[in-house]
Every structure is written in C-alpha cells, then in structure tokens.
C-alpha cells in the first residue's frame, strides 16, 4: 500500500513506499491537554457565537422589526461571573487573584503569584490579545485528581504560547488584605495605588481589574474569559485556562 505525507512538505509530495508505524504513546500528554482546552473553549465560544448572531440579526419586514429573536446553545458547563485582579509592583512581579465579589477584603477564592514580571505582563497586553495557560500534570500533583483545581500548589505558565515559568499558589498575607481593602470601590479598571511605593525601588504598585466568566469544563478544566466593560475603548481579549493533564 502507498502512502503520501503531507506533513510539513512544501515541495512536491513524497511517496512512501515501506511501511511505517506510529508511537500513540508520545502523543498522550498533548492529546489530553488539548481536550482539556477544547473542554474550556467551546463553552466559550458557543455562548460568543450565539451571542453574536442574536445581535446581527435583521428583519425583513422593518414596520414588524419590534423584536429580537435569540438562539441559546445548551452545553454541559457551568457558567458563573467572578471578579479578577492583576496586582504588582512596576518593576516587580504579578500577582493574580479571583474574588466572588469586588467588595469583598476576604480571602479570594484563587490567589497566584506569576513567575513574570509586570512589565512583561503589560507588554503582551498591549496586542490586544492575551492567552494565560496554567498547566499541572494528575501524575506529579499532591492532590487527588477529584480535588479542586484551585487546590494545585504550583503550575507550568505559558503565555501567548510561550512557557514563562510558574506559577505558585499562596495564602492571603496582611499587605495583600490592606491592598484589597483599598480597591473594594474599583469594580473594573486599571491604575496605579497612591502611597504604595516599594521600599525596594520598585515604584507603585500598579493593578488591573474586571469581571470574568468562569466556565467549568470538567474537573480538569476551567476557564476565565475577561468581560469588557460597556463603553471601554478598544477590546481586550484576554483568557486565563486551567489544565489538568
């Protein structure tokens, strides 16, 4: 039997003649990471889908045109709205965290400390586009692979595609309550805090704030999408995905 691969060729095609054999064990790993990701991303993407096309709909009849039919997509996901806050010195490191309410000065549901430095952070931004993967293998990881991801100690980072480092969960300190308790009256936005200059020469520290969508995929995968509030110039497209593998 003859076969043709195409895989990566861009000349003219080879044809392979003896017989070949394919090692499935080396892709394990990769097959189950990205079904995780499909897990998280097609929630998504149905809910923006249908969004989208309730809101360009027309009616032939303008004088009938009162109004708007919707088409919801039913998935098997949990969708809920969270608050996320990126916070770190200017010349420091970030740190993210989630909150069920933006009021809230108690311990947040997920706190992280990112391996990359703010202005690394603030510069992938500036595209437009940002993808955070956060990644742990059920093999190494201390807790049981039923137990919430928000109880993993440490993950591999990739931003944009990019393997950054880690990221390392921790307990809310004191410095973090009091940096809470300043921001309970931002519900979406980004700045810099009076009077939080570091002792260490790292300037103030700068936050960036707003509303998520949290969809659960599976016990392996979650996802937070960034909602833009109403009126923002320019749309940020920023995801931040939760792995199991």
Known sequence: MRMIDLGGQRGPLQIIDTPTAVDCTKDVRFRRSFRSLVECMVPYCLLSSSSSSSSSSSCADTDSCSSTTTTTTTVNNTTTTVTGTFFGYRRGRVSFCFHDDSRSSTSPLLLLDFAVPTAYLAK????????IALE???ATAR??????????PVWSMYCNGRKVGYAVRRHMTEVDAAVFKMMRSVSA???V????ESKAGDGNLMYLRASFERVTGSVDSESFHMINPVGSIGQQQLSIFLLRT
Request: hydrophobic share 35%; proline share 4%.
């Open 124 to 131: 992938e931004m500036k595209h437009g586009l940002l993808r």
């Open 143 to 152: 807790s049981s692979s039923s137990a919430s991801l928000f109880a993993v």
């Open 189 to 191: 936005g980004a700045g």
């Open 193 to 196: 805090l009076p009077g939080t």
């Open 136 to 138: 742990c293998d059920r």
